[in-house]
């Protein structure tokens, strides 16, 4: 695969995971029993800003694994992690 091929599927990876991830933790926030406010969250998650946990449903940034870690763990959930190969991608 080209160079610039390349770093276009680590960007789509990229990309791909921070769009899963925020999408499993609005789900999450979603059917929490009775709602979850956003401040409820950023309480639960550690004393978080309500701005931080915002930006982060809102996939804006570059979250971290401890925000996702920290998140999960405010809504009573953990974070699993698996890697797949890449089709195709044993030429380096």
């Known amino acids: 695969m080209a160079t610039e091929d390349?770093?276009?599927e680590r960007l789509v990876a990229e990309e791909t995971l921070i769009f899963s991830a925020t999408?499993?933790?609005s789900r999450v926030v979603e059917?929490?029993?009775g709602g979850m406010?956003?401040?409820r969250l950023a309480d639960l998650a550690g004393g978080m800003s309500k701005a931080h946990?915002?930006?982060f449903l809102q996939g804006d940034g570059n979250p971290t694994l401890r925000t996702l870690a920290r998140l999960a763990h405010g809504l009573d959930h953990r974070v699993v992690i698996s890697l797949e190969p890449i089709s195709?991608?044993?030429d380096e």
Do not use: A
């Open 31 to 33: 059917e929490w029993p």
């Open 6 to 8: 390349r770093k276009y």
């Open 88 to 90: 195709g991608g044993d």
């Open 23 to 25: 999408e499993e933790i």
């Open 37 to 39: 406010s956003r401040q």
């Open 53 to 55: 946990v915002v930006r």
